[in-house]
């Protein structure tokens, strides 16, 4: 019979230091993405992005209208919580390190950071914002960048396979600052929770929302580095191994979100408009497809960068960064000339199919994609031959 001590430092280790399924993953982020809509507004990662680009040209002169303090915009807020949340993760289970990649890997990552950011301009969002929470807000856009990105994850694998056929990497860099004590993790926490404090006291408009981004926000990036749920093995593991545990978790992700957010929308408890954007059908086709093809030379989505870069690999650190200079001045310029309204239409499924035609629209197309990827790691026959 085990001693109490013993049971805390079980579930210490199962808590912090095992890695969790990603179906575990998939449930919980579901339920995270439903508590963001819940306080205030869906979870998006590319705004927050775009506002750190934004800074970047607002002070080197480039743009001239001061944007929203980093650390009051909401989508910006989120992000550093899912930095902050996946940082703790990593430092408490011992496996943060920066890690320099090889040349090669350095120079993908720069050159996908400009795919992604162009793709996630015409879809209104990453694979986040454009597709999994679009779905969940019942805007046919994210069908739309979802068919997208499964055609640009083809297209960006045959790249891949070209590449190995054709380059060698070459050495890797070196890895440093890997042994944080996980005790600073836990540090980690004590501040998120000070943070959040403050944020709740402050005199500053809206302050006290960002508390909740905050948390929320750090409690998904947390989420995704214990499952290492990642929305690139989702989509490209089906055509390269065959192996469907992402693809699956991410189904089911959407699924459970759709339905919780489908609620607070029929409710009224939240705007119908939310997420149902301008880009159905070819903007979110094409930023789908340039996006997917960028995500899988990176090694990672919207998403996926933040809580990698979170566990100090440099590569995403370079994509992150290019990522969010080419979305603010792609951005810039498209609003500029009145190109944002010209992506296609705004539909919102309920007005065709209602709520309940929506949500068993979703359901039958997640769950195909489920059935589809299930029967291909068992025979094989999507899998992309190198």
């Known amino acids: 019979m085990s001693s109490f001590g013993e049971k805390i430092s079980e579930v210490y280790e199962s808590f912090f230091k095992r890695t969790w399924s990603p179906m575990t993953g998939g449930v919980l982020l579901a339920v995270l993405a439903i508590y963001m809509e819940a306080w205030q507004r869906p979870w998006g990662i590319v705004g927050g992005l775009r506002?750190?680009?934004?800074?970047?040209?607002?002070?080197?002169?480039?743009?001239?209208?001061?944007p929203e303090h980093p650390l009051f915009f909401s989508s910006s807020v989120m992000d550093l919580g899912l930095l902050a949340g996946a940082w703790i993760s990593a430092v408490i289970a011992r496996e943060f390190a920066f890690r320099v990649p090889p040349v090669l890997e350095l120079w993908k990552g720069f050159f996908a950071g400009i795919l992604m950011g162009i793709g996630s301009t015409l879809a209104y969002g990453c694979n986040?914002?454009?597709?999994?929470?679009?779905?969940?807000?019942?805007?046919?856009?994210?069908?739309?960048?979802?068919?997208?990105?499964?055609?640009?994850?083809?297209?960006?694998?045959?790249?891949?396979y070209?590449?190995?056929?054709?380059?060698?990497?070459?050495?890797?860099?070196?890895?440093?600052?890997?042994?944080?004590?996980?005790?600073?993790?836990?540090?980690g926490i004590i501040g998120l929770v000070v943070a959040a404090y403050a944020y709740s006291n402050s005199s500053v408009e809206n302050a006290p929302l960002m508390s909740g981004y905050l948390l929320i926000g750090a409690g998904i990036g947390f989420v995704f580095h214990r499952s290492r749920l990642c929305m690139v093995n989702g989509f490209r593991e089906p055509f390269m191994t065959g192996e469907a545990a992402m693809g699956k978790a991410?189904?089911?992700?959407?699924?459970?979100?759709?339905?919780?957010?489908?609620?607070?929308?029929?409710?009224?408890?939240?705007?119908?408009?939310?997420?149902?954007?301008t880009s159905f059908w070819w903007g979110s086709l094409l930023g789908g497809f340039i996006f997917g093809a960028g995500m899988v030379v990176a090694g990672g989505c919207g998403s996926g960068s933040l809580w990698r870069v979170?566990?100090?690999?440099?590569?995403?650190?370079?994509?992150v960064v290019v990522f969010a200079l080419t979305n603010s001045l792609l951005r810039y310029w498209f609003e500029k000339n009145d190109w944002m309204s010209k992506l296609g239409k705004a539909i919102y499924l309920p007005d065709i199919f209602g709520y309940g035609g929506s949500i068993i629209l979703v359901i039958i197309a997640m769950l195909l994609w489920y059935l589809v990827i299930d029967w291909n790691e068992d025979s094989n026959k999507l899998v992309i031959e190198m």
């Open 250 to 277: 991410v189904a089911v992700s959407v699924i459970l979100g759709t339905i919780g957010i489908a609620i607070l929308k029929y409710a009224g408890l939240r705007d119908t408009s939310l997420f149902v954007v």
């Open 51 to 66: 506002n750190w680009g934004d800074w970047f040209f607002y002070l080197i002169g480039v743009f001239g209208d001061k």
């Open 162 to 187: 070209w590449e190995m056929e054709h380059f060698t990497p070459g050495p890797a860099g070196p890895t440093f600052l890997g042994n944080i004590p996980p005790a600073i993790g836990l540090l």
């Open 128 to 160: 986040v914002g454009g597709f999994y929470s679009a779905i969940q807000n019942l805007a046919a856009n994210g069908f739309a960048m979802m068919i997208g990105l499964i055609a640009g994850v083809i297209v960006g694998l045959k790249y891949l």
């Open 310 to 319: 979170a566990e100090g690999q440099i590569k995403l650190w370079v994509v």
